[in-house]
């Protein structure tokens, strides 16, 4: 039984989506990981629930357009424009927070980058409106009073890597503008007809989380392979060590 002590944060229930697609994607693609999973009975009911689930979480229901047009409709070229823009924002946005959060502000690192890992289409949508996010909670979080002065130390520093709040801006319509589409996911850190902590939103991302939670300890338990880990976002890449220094040259 799930208790008040080991219920999720509601940090992990913001961050089930971003790994849910990642998650989905990789087991739709990569026929030896489905296999693998498949003998532990994951079957396409599992993977059609997890769609679902994901849908609910972020808000997506295709039954509002017109039966079978929103999953095939063309999306509208200003939006594609913004999903690839978005997509090729993801990566270099991730690497410049973790170079400069994670040596000088570690604490604010963790908060803003735990979960989101570069992804394309949708999952850059998302992984983006995560980041702009936890940025926001940065600044205006009353839960993070005690850490506003070093939060906003962070917040001047991705200012300075060329992120500040016009650039932010720019970002957060970018994010709006792909997510006003039936044809894209939008993400569960924002949207304009469900607060954020509304009672049935949350009950969505705890059902993703739990979906996600069942399958990513199985493919834990048996899958070796940290590579395939690795796509599945269950692991990360390991850090590149420095160069060893050169030995003197003898006197």
Not at 55 to 68: E, L, Y
């Amino acid at each position: 039984m799930t208790t008040a002590d080991t219920a999720p944060s509601r940090q992990v229930l913001d961050e089930a989506p971003t790994r849910a697609v990642r998650l989905l994607k990789t087991l739709g693609t990569h026929l030896q990981l489905r296999a693998t999973l498949a003998a532990r009975g994951y079957s396409d009911d599992d993977h059609r629930e997890g769609w679902r689930l994901l849908h609910d979480a972020a808000g997506f229901n295709p039954q509002t357009a017109a039966p079978g047009a929103a999953l095939v409709a063309p999306l509208d070229e200003s939006v594609r424009a913004a999903i690839v823009e978005l997509d090729a924002t993801d990566e270099p946005l991730l690497r410049i927070l973790r170079a400069s959060l994670g040596r000088r502000f570690p604490e604010q690192a963790a908060f803003v980058l735990d979960g989101v890992e570069a992804a394309q289409g949708a999952g850059a949508v998302i992984g983006v409106a995560t980041i702009l996010g936890r940025l926001d909670a940065l600044a205006n979080d009353p839960a993070r009073k005690k850490t506003r002065a070093d939060d906003r130390k962070a917040l001047d520093l991705v200012a300075q890597r060329g992120y500040g709040p016009e650039r932010l801006k720019e970002l957060r319509a970018l994010v709006k503008k792909a997510q006003s589409s039936p044809d894209t996911l939008p993400t569960t850190t924002t949207t304009a007809t469900a607060p954020a902590d509304d009672p049935a939103r949350v009950a969505a991302l705890g059902a993703l989380h739990a979906w996600w939670k069942e399958w990513s300890e199985i493919a834990r338990a048996v899958i070796r392979r940290r590579d395939h880990l690795i796509l599945l976002g269950l692991a990360r890449r390991a850090a590149r060590k420095a160069a060893a220094a050169p030995a003197p040259a003898p006197v």
